[in-house]
């Protein structure tokens, strides 16, 4: 069986962390299976690298950025390899080049375009263990690249592809995928399977156990994902495409994203092309909108509100004004985020929006947005209240049960 491997930051994140992986590996390599090992960089290191150029500017250019960041997983592919050499293993680490992966030019977010695994597949073949540093790439150029924050999962479950690996185990510090974040609910539970859809709601909207793009990836290819942890023998969880028996629950997880602002504009001139104007501007900003409701507008103006990534939020802000003609007032509030519930059952049950809502009512949360689609429901509320609404909500909806 060929098998990827990847493992995460706190797996990795000292010497004696990356000895464990290395006896992870060498067990399965016994086992008599083919491994190619993805790591990220340890823990806090991408940070780190962050704060180095911060330290000059606060807008350093993206590609030194991508030239900088992707030492992180260099420095944790080369020691893996070293330790499993150290104990007799054949093994060989490998960028992200070296193995392959041809990326456009989003610097810093880039998209990875092509894999050539030639390199890899002569190397098993001489019967090594492949060693490769996640979230890089490189472009037409040459010029390395990243693939945002997280990417480590996004190059795993992309080598699983173009490897046409039998399967791809995400390994962190949890042994699953819960039904919403352990650290915010000890009582979560944890799940033996979850849809691909499923898990990638839970991602896009906040829960950083998978990247959301790794997620949308294997969905794609059709790659077989488990997560598991490093630091145990347990099972795991199954990502895989939705059966007959997950529709019969109802909700599968809640999840908190903290990372949201709110704009609300109130006064929007009522004429066609000014939801147009405003959206293409944000977007040629690369600011991510969200959550967008607008109102039946009275008397020649409408009111309209979005969420942005609070690392946006400041960025926004300018963007707006260049609108100032077109709109009465503007608010802006950094201190919101979003709780939303998950689950492929809402497709053919009713009153599992009512509920949430009702919940929040009876815990005095005011919902200042509401956003919906087939298998989730988004709400929008004070931050202050995140934590106390996702264990609410797990409780409401038998979660822990
Ligand atoms: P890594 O550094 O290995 O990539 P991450 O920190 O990105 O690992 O992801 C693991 C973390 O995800 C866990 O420590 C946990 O707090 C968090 N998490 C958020 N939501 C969930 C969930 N629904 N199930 C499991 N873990 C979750
Ligand atoms: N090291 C990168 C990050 O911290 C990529 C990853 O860990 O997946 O975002
Ligand atoms: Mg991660």
Redesign the pocket.
């Known amino acids: 069986m060929l098998v990827v491997h990847k493992?995460?930051?706190?797996?990795v994140g000292d010497l004696d962390r990356i000895e464990n992986v290395a006896n992870r590996v060498a067990k399965a390599r016994e086992a008599g299976n083919d491994i190619v090992v993805v790591v990220?960089a340890m823990?806090g290191e991408t940070n780190k690298l962050i704060g180095y150029a911060e330290h000059f500017t606060s807008t350093p250019a993206k590609k030194e950025l991508d030239m900088l960041l992707s030492s992180g997983e260099r420095v944790t592919a080369a020691l893996l390899s070293i330790a499993l050499q150290s104990k007799g293993f054949d093994a060989v680490a490998m960028t992200g080049r070296q193995a392959g992966i041809v990326t456009d030019d989003t610097h810093t977010y880039a998209r990875i375009e092509t894999i050539d695994p030639t390199a890899m597949h002569n190397a098993i073949d001489e019967g090594k263990v492949v060693v490769v540093a996640g979230f890089q790439g490189i472009n037409k150029d040459g010029s390395v690249t990243t693939l945002g924050r997280?990417g480590?999962?996004l190059s795993a479950v992309a080598l699983a592809g173009a490897l046409k690996a039998d399967q791809c185990e995400?390994?962190?510090?949890?042994d699953?995928?819960?039904?919403?974040?352990?650290?915010i609910e000890p009582n979560?539970k944890k799940l033996d399977t979850i849809s691909y859809d499923e898990m990638l709601e839970?991602s896009s909207l906040g829960?950083?156990?998978l990247q959301n793009r790794s997620v949308e990836l294997a969905k794609k290819l059709g790659v077989k994902l488990y997560?598991k942890s490093s630091f145990s023998d347990n099972e795991g969880t199954l990502i895989s495409e939705e059966n007959d028996n997950m529709e019969e629950v109802l909700v599968s997880?809640v999840?908190l994203d903290k990372n949201q602002a709110r704009v609300t504009l109130r006064g929007v001139s009522d004429r066609p092309g000014i939801a147009a104007e405003i959206f293409t501007k944000l977007a040629s900003e690369n600011i991510n909108v969200d959550i967008i409701i607008q109102n039946v507008g009275t008397d020649g103006a409408t009111n309209l509100g979005f969420t942005v990534p609070q690392s946006e939020h400041e960025n926004a802000k300018k963007v707006m004004a260049g609108f100032d003609h077109d709109i009465e007032g503007m608010d802006f509030d950094e201190h919101v985020c979003k709780v939303s519930v998950v689950g492929v059952g809402m497709k053919s049950h009713s009153g599992v929006a009512a509920t949430a809502f009702r919940v929040l009512a009876d815990n005095n949360i005011n919902i200042q947005m509401i956003s919906t689609s087939e298998i989730k429901v988004s709400m929008v509320i004070d931050e202050k209240y995140g934590e106390l609404a996702i264990r609410t909500l797990h409780e409401a909806y038998e979660l822990d049960k």
């Open positions: 493992y995460g930051g706190t797996s990220s823990s997280g480590s999962d995400i390994y962190s510090d949890v699953g995928i819960y039904t919403t974040d352990p650290r979560a839970l829960a950083k156990v997560a997880g999840v």
